[in-house]
């Protein structure tokens, strides 16, 4: 059985398209190879989500990328992971499914440093439980 290729996608790609890439890949890299992308890529991924990846033991080696440079992999599904009201997703218009599975921006979180990393890990184990849930579902519905 080949790899299905699955794209994240978010509009800055600095938090969580960017864990759920480096989480799909360390988790389910046997069935799927995960990328992500953004509508307006920030020039790094927020320090905050490499160190929320590192506590669960992902190095993730990443860049913030622009949805146009994704246009010639062909994805089995699309996956849009940013708020559906404070947002504004991409519309893919390539080939393979869309779905639409919003997180909270642990960016916008407010307070101390210690209430930040606290959404970065609220994202993250949401992230955990969730997008492999998700991905399972798409593979027994083909």
């Not at 992500?36 to 993730?60: C, K, Y």
């Not at 010639?72 to 559906?84: A, G, K, M, S, Y």
């Not at 921006?105 to 959404?119: E, H, N, R, V």
Request: charge should be neutral; proline fraction near 6%.
């Amino acid at each position: 059985m080949s790899k299905k290729n699955v794209l994240f996608l978010c509009t800055h790609n600095s938090c969580r398209s960017q864990l759920a890439e480096a989480i799909v890949n360390a988790h389910l890299g046997e069935y799927w190879q995960a990328y992500s992308a953004g509508t307006e890529p920030s020039d790094e991924i927020h320090p905050m989500t490499l160190q929320v990846l590192e506590e669960i033991g992902i190095r993730h080696s990443g860049t913030p990328k622009s949805v146009s440079s994704m246009r010639e992999i062909p994805f089995d599904l699309v996956v849009t992971v940013c708020d559906q009201a404070a947002e504004q997703c991409p519309l893919w218009l390539g080939a393979g499914r869309k779905v639409h599975l919003g997180f909270r921006d642990p960016a916008k979180a407010a307070g101390s440093p210690a209430q930040k990393l606290a959404a970065f890990r609220q994202v993250r184990d949401k992230i955990v439980s969730q997008i492999p849930q998700l991905l399972k579902r798409y593979q027994e519905e083909e």
